[in-house]
């Protein structure tokens, strides 16, 4: 079973910079994704970013230029790098990964519990 323990959250001021980690822990098949999700109060979850196991990254448009993902798969934990932090980037952020043992079957999903980042004005 895989397991994701989130951490580095907190509170900064609008332009400031705040790095999130997620390790996992279990077996992680070859196949895999892992990335980040935000839920602010009222919204529904979004993909902020994620990277596949051949590095490919992805971002949503709103933090493209300012938040970098990256991972180390020898530690089995993936980064978020947050820069130029606004105020509307204030959510919690869940750490995700999906992962299968070949191609054309279905993905496994897991979940963090959670890290809330919060950026005053």
Sequence with gaps: QV????????LVQAGGSLTLSCAASGTIFSINVMGWYRQAPGNQRELVASLTHIGTPNYVDSVKGRFTIYR????KTVYLQMNSLRPEDTAVYYCHLGHKP????PQFNYWGRGTQVTVSP
């Design 3 to 10: 397991q994701l323990v989130e951490s580095g959250g907190g």
């Design 72 to 75: 180390d798969n020898s530690k």
């Design 102 to 105: 070949i191609l054309n079957t």
